[in-house]
């Protein structure tokens, strides 16, 4: 994070991490503080939504800069692409498609990083300086997505994992009934043989690990595997 100095570790659930922690630390010999997990949720149009159109005008001055210009933006539900409609230059078409990332690098509900699973067009771009170009096609953007927010058409989703569990045949009942009420799974099959498969939210499976060892006594084991996205799971 180039605002804090903080760099992010990426992995699959605690274990991985605190595998990657543990390495860093021994083999590394590195000093580091570390914070809490947060789990990578995303944003995202609902199915069917209506397209979205905004006219946006900027006139005012950042940090003794001057920016002016126009934009009109449109979303609409079709495979992901960005239209730049006019004549411009590279370095503003660089500029514009990046004011495009960063609108949707962070979102109306959270802040989290919008899906583009639609198309976005740029047209009647009037602009006094390239920031201008940039600062107007973002706050449009942001302006959009807080209105298509607002009208229920972006929604919250998170991170599923396929999860497969070998325990001692005891212990199934108990694993079987905390999948479905605590872990709160999508799908949840009793393979036999001490064998579990299940997709659950990731953000409920944080702390599994102790707490399968804590129940079964170690005798229980995992595997976790990123899935999909699904919708918000209350």
């Known amino acids: 994070n180039k605002i804090t100095g903080q760099t992010i570790l990426s992995g699959m659930g605690e274990l ?18 570390t914070g809490p997990v947060t789990i990578a949720f995303q944003e995202a149009f609902v199915e069917g939504f209506k397209e979205f159109k905004k006219v946006f005008e900027i006139d005012k001055e ?26 411009f230059d590279r370095s503003v078409e660089e500029s514009v498609i ?12 959270g802040g989290h990083r919008v899906q583009r699973n ?42 599923l994992v396929k999860v497969e569990i ?5 212990f199934i009942g108990d694993l079987m009934k905390d999948l479905f009420s605590v872990r709160r799974c999508v799908e949840c099959e009793n393979l036999g043989n001490g064998r579990i498969f299940a997709s659950a939210p990731l953000r409920k499976m944080l702390g599994y690990s102790s707490w399968l060892r ?4 170690g005798m229980a084991s995992f595997t976790m595997e990123a899935s999909n996205y699904t919708n918000f799971i209350e």
């Open 16 to 33: 991985h991490l605190e595998i990657i922690e543990s390495r860093m630390r021994k083999d590394m010999k590195a000093q580091f503080k």
């Open 166 to 170: 070998e325990s001692p045949e005891q």
């Open 62 to 87: 950042i940090y003794g800069i001057k920016l002016k210009g126009s934009v009109i933006v449109k979303i609409s539900e079709a495979p992901e692409s960005i239209e730049i409609k006019g004549n």
């Open 118 to 159: 639609c198309k976005i067009v740029i047209e009647n771009l009037q602009f006094s300086t390239s920031n201008s170009a940039h600062v107007v096609v973002y706050e449009a953007l942001q302006s959009l997505l807080q209105e298509a927010a607002g009208s229920g058409a972006i929604i919250l989703q998170e991170p």
């Open 214 to 217: 804590s129940k079964t006594g």
């Open 98 to 109: 990046d004011a495009v990332n960063c609108a949707f690098g962070r979102g109306p509900i």
